[in-house]
C-alpha cells in the first residue's frame, strides 16, 4: 500500500510527467500534489467540474457504469483525471508533455497507482 505521497511521487518517474495530484471531488480541494508547470488548485478544481459533469449525464443516460479515467488531450499535453476505485469521492489527475509521454503506460500507471493508494 501507498500513501499519498508515494503514489504522487511513483507518478512523477514516468518520463514526460509534469505534475500529478489526488484531489477531493467534493470540494475541489487537492489533497496531495507533486510536480509543476500547471496551476495545480485551478486545475484541481476546475476538473472536479469535469468529473461531476460526467457523473450527472451518466445518471441522466441511465448508464449504470464507473468512469475508469477520463483524457483531455491538448496540443502539448496529456490530462488523466482517474476517479479513485479505492475511495469514492477522490480522483488521481495527471498532466504529461505530450511529446515524451507514452499515453498507454501512462494510463496504465494510473490506474496501477491507483490500486495501491492507501488514504
Do not use: W
Not at 469535469?50 to 449525464?57: A, D, E, G, H, P
Not at 508533455?97 to 494510473?110: E, F, H, I, P, Y
Amino acid at each position: 500500500m501507498s500513501n499519498i505521497k508515494q503514489t504522487l511521487d511513483e507518478l512523477m518517474t514516468l518520463d514526460g510527467a509534469m505534475c500529478a495530484a489526488v484531489v477531493d471531488s467534493a470540494s475541489g480541494m487537492m489533497l496531495g500534489s507533486a510536480g509543476s508547470g500547471v496551476d495545480l488548485e485551478v486545475a484541481a478544481a476546475g476538473n472536479t467540474e469535469v468529473i461531476r459533469s460526467k457523473m450527472k449525464t451518466m445518471r441522466s443516460l441511465g448508464l449504470q457504469d464507473v468512469i475508469e479515467d477520463i483524457l483531455i488531450t491538448l496540443g502539448k499535453q496529456y490530462h488523466i483525471l482517474r476517479p479513485s476505485a479505492r475511495k469514492d469521492g477522490v480522483f488521481l489527475y495527471f498532466v504529461l508533455d505530450k511529446q515524451r509521454a507514452n499515453l498507454a503506460m501512462a494510463r496504465r500507471k494510473v490506474q496501477d497507482v491507483d490500486k495501491e493508494l492507501n488514504f
